[in-house]
């Protein structure tokens, strides 16, 4: 009904539009405009620390940080010169630095809320963004990841990851929450 009185319905990803059934029965009333990002491109070679980062809300039924910690303790003790630093704040702060100690990694650091401006610097000093949400509705920290230069990986568990990451070439997709095909990646 709404799409029949609107002039155009707007949604962020041209892979939504497949989903939404009222494209098929309003075809050109349903376009996509992508969310766009004013994070300059980091085009020269820097050096860059062994941080593997996350930056976004901890909230584990969205982000699926605690999958992050399990992926993390898969490969923590071979890599012994690389840290995780976990950026964000939200309701499961407190449950996840619990479980990150009773999976007792070593080197995991929650930063707590994490402007935008130290967010950018810290994405412009990592190696590695990952992403492990359950659901997402864009993802423009992909975007922020790949214009710092931070490699994402990322599950490709919503339609507009594909849109975002072509895999192999400026990040890598995971089929949807394999833990261990993540942590192999991520090694």
């Known amino acids: ?16 539009i497949t989903d939404f059934f009222a494209a098929k029965i309003f075809p050109s009333k349903v376009i996509s405009i ?7 491109f980091i085009e020269n070679e820097i ?16 982000k699926g940080v605690d999958m992050l910690l399990r992926i993390w303790g898969k490969i923590e003790k071979e890599f012994t010169d690389w840290r995780l630093l976990v950026c964000g704040d939200g309701p499961d ?8 100690r009773f999976l007792r990694l070593e080197r995991v650091d929650f930063q707590g809320f994490t402007p ?3 967010a950018s610097k ?10 492990t949400s359950r659901i997402e509705g864009f993802g423009i920290v992909l975007v922020e990841a790949e214009r710092s230069g931070a490699v994402p990986i990322a599950f490709d568990s919503y339609p507009v990851a594909k ?5 192999g070439v400026n990040g890598i997709l995971i089929r949807p929450f394999d833990e261990d095909e993540y942590s192999k990646q991520l090694a």
């Not at 009904?1 to 939504?16: F, P």
């Not at 810290?122 to 992403?131: A, D, H, Y």
Request: aromatic residues 8%.
């Open 116 to 118: 935008p401006a130290l």
């Open 1 to 16: 009904y709404i799409t029949s009185k609107a002039n155009r319905m707007v949604l962020l990803s041209k892979n939504y």
């Open 163 to 167: 849109e975002l990451i072509d895999n």
């Open 93 to 100: 702060r407190d449950v996840l630095l619990e479980y990150a």
């Open 34 to 40: 992508s969310n766009s990002c004013d994070m300059p």
């Open 47 to 62: 050096e860059r620390s062994k941080t593997v980062v996350f930056l976004g809300r901890l909230h584990n039924e969205h």
């Open 122 to 131: 810290i994405l412009q000093n990592s190696s590695i963004f990952c992403l």
